[in-house]
């Protein structure tokens, strides 16, 4: 029985370090989400000022004519752009994103090309023979726009020089602190309907671009796409730190559990020892008499 107890209490001692390490996790996941937030939030209305120029650009110009600008149906060359995290402990955010790009390359008959961010979907697509052309490693909480500029710059040359048709973005989109989901979006080529918004103010007299409006297209949907990327993976950080703080919530409570039932289960073996060893004395007076 003695050995019995010393069992529970060593398990108790592990549980509750794996408690304490677990909870602390949770906490900085917690503090990294806000500050994460806070560069999504900035990015995003960045990024509403780059796509309104766009829309202007192409509401009021005579016309509109662009190597980015057409229509990405019938695309065979498609370059998928991954972002996963640097590390694990984040619940399913790696494989559901792992899963979608495996799912989008089958449709597309086997044929890719990956540019992966972050070390868990490198490892996945290396090891199992993928195409990688392009990587990034950065953790998250360390990304700039100069990082995430440096990796479009690459993609961008390769669709200029017809290596690929389409370029598609796998990320987990946030909707909120309670769901997030796995999503899909064209970068290039952009489609027209995309692009101009019926709320754009269109105005009575076209505006004149100077040299010409394919050159201020030309010029600002790089940029888009280079602001479109960053704010992608830094939504995709938030993601994966509300990820986080959740799994590791759940491994606190769960820890948590497991302590009530060990502390009880050690509260009965000692209470069992204390009635033999109260039997026995009992039996011992009574054998005197």
Same mark, same amino acid.
């Given at each position: 029985?003695?050995?019995?107890?010393?069992?529970?209490?060593?398990? %108790?001692?592990?549980?509750?370090?794996?408690?304490?390490?677990?909870?602390?996790?949770?906490?900085?996941?917690?503090?990294? $989400?806000?500050?994460?937030?806070?560069?999504?939030?900035?990015?995003?209305?960045?990024?509403?000022?780059?796509?309104?120029?766009?829309?202007?650009?192409?509401?009021?110009?005579?016309?509109?004519?662009?190597?980015?600008? /057409?229509?990405?149906?019938?695309?065979?060359?498609?370059?998928?752009?991954?972002?996963?995290?640097?590390?694990?402990?984040?619940?399913? $955010?790696?494989?559901?994103?792992?899963? *979608?790009?495996?799912?989008?390359?089958?449709?597309?008959? /086997?044929?890719?090309?990956?540019?992966?961010?972050?070390?868990?979907?490198?490892?996945?697509?290396?090891?199992?023979?993928?195409?990688?052309?392009?990587?990034?490693?950065?953790?998250?909480?360390?990304?700039? $726009?100069?990082? #995430?500029?440096?990796?479009?710059?690459?993609?961008?040359?390769?669709?200029?020089?017809? =290596?690929?048709?389409?370029?598609?973005?796998?990320?987990?989109?946030?909707?909120? +602190?309670?769901?997030?989901?796995?999503?899909?979006?064209?970068?290039?080529?952009?489609?027209? =309907?995309?692009?101009?918004?019926? =709320?754009?103010?269109?105005?009575?007299?076209?505006?004149?671009? #100077?040299?010409?409006? =394919? *050159?201020?297209?030309?010029?600002?949907?790089?940029?888009?796409?280079?602001?479109?990327?960053?704010?992608?993976?830094?939504?995709?950080?938030?993601?994966?730190?509300? /990820? *986080?703080?959740?799994?590791?919530?759940?491994?606190?409570?769960?820890?948590?559990?497991?302590?009530?039932?060990?502390?009880?289960?050690?509260? *009965? #073996?000692?209470?069992?020892? %204390? +009635?033999?060893?109260? %039997?026995?004395?009992?039996?011992?007076?009574?054998?005197?008499?």
């Amino acid at each position: 029985m003695a050995e019995s107890m010393q069992d529970i209490k060593r398990r %108790i001692r592990s549980i509750t370090s794996t408690e304490h390490i677990t909870n602390a996790m949770k906490l900085v996941a917690s503090a990294k $989400f806000r500050k994460s937030k806070l560069a999504f939030d900035k990015t995003n209305e960045y990024l509403g000022y780059v796509t309104s120029a766009i829309n202007d650009a192409c509401v009021n110009a005579k016309e509109v004519s662009s190597v980015f600008i /057409g229509e990405n149906d019938q695309a065979e060359k498609i370059c998928y752009i991954v972002i996963t995290s640097n590390k694990g402990l984040c619940g399913a $955010f790696n494989s559901n994103v792992i899963k *979608r790009t495996e799912a989008l390359i089958k449709e597309n008959g /086997g044929k890719s090309n990956l540019v992966t961010i972050g070390l868990k979907g490198r490892d996945y697509f290396l090891k199992r023979g993928y195409d990688i052309s392009g990587e990034c490693l950065i953790s998250a909480e360390a990304l700039t $726009f100069v990082e #995430a500029r440096e990796l479009s710059q690459p993609i961008l040359k390769m669709y200029e020089e017809g =290596e690929i048709d389409k370029v598609v973005l796998v990320y987990t989109k946030f909707v909120n +602190t309670m769901h997030q989901e796995v999503d899909t979006k064209v970068l290039l080529p952009m489609k027209m =309907e995309d692009i101009v918004k019926e =709320e754009a103010p269109k105005l009575e007299s076209p505006l004149e671009f #100077a040299p010409s409006a =394919e *050159r201020v297209l030309d010029y600002l949907i790089p940029k888009y796409m280079e602001l479109e990327l960053y704010k992608s993976m830094v939504e995709s950080s938030v993601c994966e730190f509300i /990820g *986080r703080r959740v799994a590791m919530e759940n491994a606190t409570d769960n820890a948590q559990d497991m302590l009530g039932k060990l502390s009880l289960n050690y509260n *009965r #073996a000692r209470q069992s020892a %204390i +009635t033999n060893e109260l %039997i026995e004395i009992v039996a011992g007076a009574e054998a005197l008499k």
